[in-house]
C-alpha cells in the first residue's frame, strides 16, 4: 500500500533534502553521480534549481517523522526541459528510497512527471540508464520506452550505456481522444 503523498515540483528551500536523498541513493548509480566529471552532486543541484525549465519533481510523506532528516521525501525525478529541441525533455535523475521500493512509488512520480511535460507542449522524453540495471530497464519499457541507442563499454567494465526514448500525446491529442 502507498503511503499518503505530496508531488510537487522542488523549490530552492528544498535544496538541502534534495542533497541529502540524492546522496542516500548516490551509490545506487554507476558510477555514482558524485563520482561523474560534472562538479558533483550540489552543482548538479544548483544548475538545476537555477534553470526555468529544470527541476526535481518529489514526492515527500504528508506527515513525515519529526526525526526524518529527509522530511519525508521518497521519491524524486530530475528533469530539463528543452534539452535537444524546444519541444523535448531528458530525465537526468529517478530514484525511489530504498525503504519504499516496489510499492509503485517511482511508476506514480513518472506518471504526474508525463503530464505536466505534456501540459508544456513536449512530445518525446529522453533518458539513459545502464546494462545490469535491470529494475530501471524494466520499469522504462513497462512505460513505453525503447532503447535507440547503446554505448559500449560507455561506463567501464563492460558496462553500457543504453539510450531510451518515449514519444508524449500532445494534450491537443490527448483531449481530442477523450472527446
Ligand atoms: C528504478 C527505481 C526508480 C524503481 O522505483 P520503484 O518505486 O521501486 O518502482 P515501481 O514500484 O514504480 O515499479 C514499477 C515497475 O518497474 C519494474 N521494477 C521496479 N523495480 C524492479 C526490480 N527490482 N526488478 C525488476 N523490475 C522492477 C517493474 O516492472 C515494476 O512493475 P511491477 O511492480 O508491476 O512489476 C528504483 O529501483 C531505484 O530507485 N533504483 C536505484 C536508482 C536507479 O537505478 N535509478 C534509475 C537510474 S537510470
Given amino acids: ?9 522542488a523549490r530552492h528551500e528544498d535544496f538541502q533534502n534534495v542533497l541529502r536523498f540524492i546522496e542516500l541513493v548516490d551509490g545506487d ?4 553521480l558524485s563520482q561523474r566529471g560534472d562538479g558533483g552532486i550540489p552543482e548538479r543541484i ?3 534549481l537555477a534553470r526555468s525549465d529544470a527541476n526535481y519533481m518529489i514526492a515527500h510523506l504528508t506527515e513525515p517523522e ?7 521525501l521518497i521519491a524524486m525525478v530530475g528533469f530539463t526541459c528543452k534539452w535537444q529541441h524546444e519541444d523535448d ?15 509503485g512509488l517511482a511508476g506514480v512520480l513518472h506518471g ?37 541507442s ?15 526514448r518515449k514519444g508524449l500525446g500532445t494534450l491537443k491529442s490527448s483531449m481530442s481522444a477523450k472527446q
Fill in 89 to 103: 525533455a531528458y530525465i537526468n535523475f529517478l530514484a525511489t528510497h530504498p525503504s519504499y521500493r516496489k510499492h
Fill in 66 to 72: 519529526e526525526s526524518d532528516l529527509l522530511q519525508g
Fill in 112 to 148: 504526474r512527471l508525463e503530464e505536466m511535460l505534456v501540459e508544456k507542449g513536449v512530445s518525446r522524453v529522453y533518458l539513459c540508464t545502464w546494462s545490469g540495471n535491470l529494475a530501471a530497464m524494466r520499469f522504462y519499457e513497462k512505460l513505453g520506452y525503447s532503447v535507440y
Fill in 150 to 164: 547503446i554505448i559500449l563499454n560507455d561506463r567501464g567494465n563492460g558496462i553500457n550505456t543504453l539510450n531510451y
Fill in 1 to 9: 500500500m502507498q503511503p499518503d503523498l505530496v508531488i510537487r515540483e
Fill in 29 to 32: 548509480f554507476y558510477p555514482p
Fill in 46 to 48: 544548483k544548475a538545476s
